[in-house]
């Protein structure tokens, strides 16, 4: 019988799944988003949105080196929560109601609730 390998990440995707000694820490599932974390060779932890290390949100501009770097496991954990945060609650809510403002245009007898 053939036995098939199947990361824990698809077990338990809300858990933060860690390859310590790989240096790397993965979520599958936090509000829709694949979060990683990498340990660098300077002992620094970046934060990455899926496979994007090159990410901002408005208060948090991406350093000069192109990617953010932390001292520590868990201030790469809150750069990451703070971030999906920042785009599902105020950049989706702004898309759906710029949305609804397009559809409203094409179609005036259309009123849609926000």
């Known amino acids: 019988m053939i036995e098939r390998f199947k990361s824990p990440i698809f077990y338990d995707s ?3 799944q860690a390859n310590v000694k790989g240096g790397v820490w993965e979520l599958g599932q936090y509000r829709s988003c694949y979060l990683t974390i990498r340990r ?3 002992n620094m932890y970046m934060p990455l949105m899926g496979a994007t290390k ?3 949100w408005p208060g948090n501009e991406l350093p ?3 990617y953010f770097e932390f001292d520590t ?3 790469a954990k809150q750069c990451l929560y703070d971030h999906v945060d920042y785009i599902r ?3 989706d809510a702004e898309s759906i109601i710029l ?6 245009t094409a179609m005036p007898n259309v009123h849609l609730k926000v």
Do not use: I, P
Request: proline share 0%.
């Open 14 to 16: 809300s858990t933060w």
């Open 40 to 42: 660098l060779d300077n």
């Open 54 to 56: 090159a990410f901002s």
């Open 64 to 66: 000069a080196k192109g």
């Open 73 to 75: 496991l868990e201030q």
């Open 89 to 91: 609650d105020v950049r």
């Open 99 to 104: 949305l609804h403002e397009r559809l409203h």
